[in-house]
């Protein structure tokens, strides 16, 4: 027996449940089909939309006092307004597009760069904290004390040699070891570990700074410690508000340039001695 | 401001609900809230009817600027976010017995013996239809509970027009085998 096509069957089955023709009317016209449509017509004539309950007024009501709340309280917008600011952004210069990324990897980098401040030496960041020191003491610029300090300190020995003065001026002789005076870290009996971790940026730039770029003062401090009397005699001037300037300095590492001979009576010069060391 | 939105053909209710007008699209909701009702009553019951259609229609708002209005019914297109709801709705409680605890309708003029079988033959069907598969159902209750015509349906679902009717006559050879189990 051949199939009968679905659009046959379903036109009869739409004249039926419609009313316009009968079960017999449609079997006589489709032969053929009369096993199928008395098979399927009592199925489609049972879907009716009317056993269905309809909605209470009431109910209408409440859900549509509830939907308009709801989407009139933030965070519920049509989507046209999304796809007509998609469309605006669209068309925006692709520079604006190119800015917005760049101004998002800066952020990114800075903000690792940020985390890797603290970073032990087996942490994955540390390398990353290194090269960040790398570069801020290649573009830190020079402490105010550098330049400007040839005009304060008028008496220079120009003998001194650029490279000795600050290592024998930042440290008695005998205090620490060689290689920790030449690095300029602090000793690990003063400082706790987590002290190094940023104290350390600190006092490293600064034991750099005295190595690179021995300063006039320092070369005067050195004076002063040889027994120079009239070095000492100008560090004693400045007195010991210098000295309390010192021990802060040393915390940003800038302090050993201009440091002065430190007071023994004042702790923060104490303080400001241990880090240089 | 609400009255004279009432009076506004669908297009621009629902243009001006993509511009954000919340009150056009309280209209919509009252002219297609009871259809989009009885259509999800019809598959899963009363007790969570009210919700379903709440929920049919935000997603409605918040979709509305998809909605193209040259393509297909408004109310097509509600019913098939009906339709994707009540699919959800099975699937988060993973059982298709939905319609065993539905509240028939009582006409008390009528025979209680022939409005008790009336009322059971009503469940029965309900039931075969939600064990279709969603295929199935869509179809079945989009031309036979919402009465959409072949080309709407085929429109909204993104298939020619013959593919929907063989998807019908399909679901209706499975829905009278489902039938012949419950007796």
Same mark, same amino acid.
């Given at each position: 027996?051949?199939?009968?096509?679905?659009?046959?069957?379903?036109?009869?089955?739409?004249?039926?449940?419609?009313?316009?023709?009968?079960?017999?009317?449609?079997?006589?016209? /489709?032969?053929?089909?009369?096993?199928?449509?008395?098979?399927?017509?009592?199925?489609?004539?049972?879907?009716?939309?009317?056993?269905?309950?309809?909605?209470?007024?009431?109910?209408?009501?409440?859900?549509?006092?509830?939907?308009?709340?709801?989407?009139?309280?933030?965070? /519920?917008?049509?989507?046209?307004?999304?796809?007509?600011?998609?469309?605006?952004?669209?068309?925006?210069?692709?520079?604006?597009?190119?800015?917005?990324?760049?101004?998002?990897?800066?952020?990114?980098?800075?903000?690792?760069?940020?985390?890797?401040?603290?970073?032990?030496?087996?942490?994955?960041?540390?390398?990353?904290?290194?090269?960040?020191?790398?570069?801020?003491?290649?573009?830190?610029?020079?402490?105010?004390?550098?330049?400007?300090?040839?005009?304060?300190?008028?008496?220079?020995?120009?003998?001194?040699?650029?490279?000795?003065?600050?290592?024998?001026?930042?440290?008695?002789?005998?205090?620490?070891?060689?290689?920790?005076?030449?690095?300029?870290?602090? #000793?690990?009996?003063?400082?706790?570990?987590?002290?190094?971790?940023?104290?350390?940026?600190?006092?490293?730039?600064?034991?750099?700074?005295?190595?690179?770029?021995?300063?006039?003062?320092? #070369?005067?401090?050195?004076?002063?410690?040889?027994?120079?009397?009239?070095?000492?005699?100008?560090?004693?001037?400045?007195?010991?508000?210098?000295?309390?300037?010192?021990?802060?300095?040393?915390?940003?590492?800038?302090?050993?340039?201009?440091?002065?001979?430190?007071?023994?009576?004042?702790?923060?010069?104490?303080?400001?001695?241990?880090?240089?060391? | 401001?609400?009255?004279?939105?009432?009076?506004?053909?669908?297009?621009?209710?629902?243009?001006?609900? !993509?511009?954000?007008?919340?009150?056009?699209?309280?209209?919509?909701?009252?002219?297609?809230?009871?259809?989009?009702?009885?259509?999800?009553?019809?598959?899963?019951?009363?007790?969570?009817?009210?919700?379903?259609?709440?929920?049919?229609?935000?997603? *409605?708002?918040? @979709?509305?600027? !998809?909605?193209?209005?040259?393509?297909?019914?408004?109310?097509?297109?509600?019913?098939?976010?009906?339709?994707?709801?009540?699919?959800?709705?099975?699937?988060?409680?993973?059982?298709?017995?939905?319609?065993?605890?539905?509240?028939?309708?009582?006409?008390?003029? *009528?025979?209680?013996?022939?409005?008790?079988?009336?009322?059971? !033959?009503?469940?029965?069907?309900?039931? @075969?239809?939600?064990?279709?598969?969603?295929?199935?159902?869509?179809?079945?209750?989009?031309?036979?509970?919402?009465?959409?015509?072949?080309?709407?349906?085929?429109?909204?679902?993104?298939?020619?027009?013959?593919?929907? !009717?063989?998807?019908?006559?399909? *679901?209706?050879?499975?829905?009278?085998?489902?039938?012949?189990? @419950?007796?």
């Amino acid at each position: 027996m051949a199939r009968v096509p679905s659009d046959v069957i379903l036109a009869c089955l739409d004249d039926i449940r419609a009313g316009r023709r009968t079960l017999d009317e449609c079997v006589a016209q /489709h032969p053929e089909a009369a096993a199928e449509l008395r098979e399927l017509a009592g199925v489609a004539m049972a879907i009716r939309i009317d056993d269905a309950p309809a909605m209470d007024e009431a109910a209408r009501l409440r859900g549509r006092a509830q939907l308009l709340a709801t989407i009139t309280s933030n965070g /519920h917008r049509p989507a046209e307004n999304r796809a007509v600011l998609a469309r605006a952004l669209a068309w925006r210069p692709r520079w604006l597009a190119a800015l917005g990324a760049g101004l998002s990897a800066l952020a990114a980098g800075g903000a690792v760069a940020y985390a890797a401040q603290g970073a032990p030496p087996d942490s994955p960041l540390y390398p990353i904290r290194q090269a960040v020191e790398v570069v801020a003491q290649a573009v830190r610029p020079a402490p105010p004390s550098q330049a400007p300090a040839s005009a304060t300190v008028p008496v220079l020995s120009p003998s001194s040699p650029p490279a000795a003065a600050p290592s024998s001026a930042a440290s008695p002789p005998g205090s620490a070891p060689p290689e920790r005076r030449q690095t300029g870290e602090a #000793s690990p009996s003063v400082r706790p570990a987590e002290d190094r971790g940023r104290g350390d940026d600190g006092d490293r730039d600064g034991g750099r700074e005295d190595r690179a770029l021995p300063s006039p003062s320092a #070369s005067s401090r050195g004076e002063a410690e040889r027994g120079n009397p009239e070095a000492k005699a100008r560090d004693d001037d400045r007195g010991d508000t210098r000295g309390a300037t010192n021990g802060r300095g040393d915390a940003d590492g800038r302090g050993t340039v201009r440091s002065p001979t430190p007071s023994p009576k004042t702790p923060a010069n104490r303080e400001g001695r241990r880090g240089r060391d | 401001m609400a009255t004279a939105l009432e009076t506004w053909p669908d297009v621009d209710l629902i243009e001006s609900a !993509r511009g954000g007008n919340a009150l056009a699209f309280a209209v919509l909701y009252d002219r297609y809230a009871d259809r989009v009702y009885r259509h999800i009553a019809y598959r899963v019951g009363v007790p969570d009817c009210e919700d379903l259609t709440q929920q049919t229609f935000l997603k *409605a708002w918040q @979709a509305i600027g !998809r909605y193209r209005v040259m393509d297909v019914p408004f109310v097509a297109w509600l019913l098939t976010i009906a339709h994707n709801i009540v699919v959800s709705y099975y699937r988060a409680r993973r059982e298709h017995q939905p319609l065993v605890d539905d509240v028939p309708k009582i006409d008390e003029r *009528a025979d209680p013996h022939r409005q008790a079988e009336r009322n059971e !033959r009503q469940r029965m069907v309900r039931q @075969a239809i939600s064990r279709l598969k969603p295929e199935f159902q869509q179809v079945v209750a989009m031309r036979y509970l919402e009465e959409l015509d072949y080309a709407d349906i085929a429109r909204q679902l993104g298939k020619r027009e013959n593919t929907v !009717r063989v998807t019908l006559h399909r *679901a209706l050879h499975e829905l009278r085998k489902h039938l012949l189990e @419950a007796v």
